[in-house]
């Protein structure tokens, strides 16, 4: 199975910030990667798949990079509705993998 | 309205046995390919199962194959997940996912229910 390393687990930053959360991948993955947002009670929402297509309806301070093995989701200036938990998802193969999660807090 | 609204969550004891349904609204429900996914409290996702929009390619997670079995009723826009032998790790809300398009192998997930809980315990 491929696993999906995801990091860091949590970062506090403060409305403006630039926030930058990484998944590498253990195998290469072309470009079947999607990034999801998730606020604690609620179902997750696709934010970026193919590893940088901004979903429709997607802010576009929101971005994503990354093929092959290493990926990076960008949020350019933090609002205070994106402090939630994102994870990353690889699509390459089944099993599907997620990250483990990064939860970006207030600080 | 386009949605998914899983149900058929509850409380029930190691090694029953339980039903979540997932019923969609307001797309061609027979032409996408759909999952399960799972989160223990407090913890990340996890896949757990998908089928393809005819129901002839299935996948499971190690963790649940052989306990579960992932079905659909395309005539009833009905997706469901036949859960056995239930383990306390079992323990989770459990979503319904939409592959974000109809026919692709490689696809994330652009539409989730709202989730049903699914607690093991004696």
């Known amino acids: 199975a491929i696993r999906i390393t995801q990091s860091p687990s949590s970062l506090s930053a403060s409305t403006g910030d630039r926030v930058t959360i990484t998944c590498r991948a253990s195998q290469d993955i072309s470009s079947y990667l999607a990034w999801y947002q998730q606020k604690p009670g609620i179902a997750p929402k696709l934010l970026i798949y193919a590893a940088s297509t901004l979903q429709s309806g997607v802010p576009s301070r929101f971005s994503g990079s990354g093929s092959g093995t290493d990926f990076t989701l960008t949020i350019s200036c933090l609002q205070s509705e994106d402090f939630a938990t994102y994870y990353c998802?690889?699509?390459?193969?089944?099993?599907?993998?997620f990250g483990g999660g990064t939860k970006v807090e207030i600080k | 309205e386009v949605q998914l609204v899983e149900s058929g969550g509850g409380l029930v004891q190691p090694g029953g046995t339980l039903r979540l349904s997932c019923a969609a609204s307001g797309f061609t429900f027979s032409s996408y390919e759909m999952n399960w996914v799972r989160q223990a409290p407090g913890k990340g996702l996890e896949w757990v199962s998908y089928i393809s929009s005819s129901g002839s390619t299935i996948y499971y997670a190690d963790s649940v194959k052989g306990r579960f079995t992932i079905s659909r009723d395309n005539a009833k826009n009905s997706l469901y997940l036949q859960m056995s032998s239930l383990r306390a790790e079992d323990t989770a809300v459990y979503y319904c996912?939409?592959?974000?398009?109809?026919?692709?192998?490689?696809?994330?997930?652009?539409?989730w229910g709202q989730g049903t809980m699914v607690t093991v315990s004696s």
């Open positions: 998802q690889q699509y390459y193969d089944y099993p599907r993998g």
């Open positions: 996912a939409r592959d974000c398009r109809s026919g692709s192998t490689h696809d994330a997930y652009d539409m």
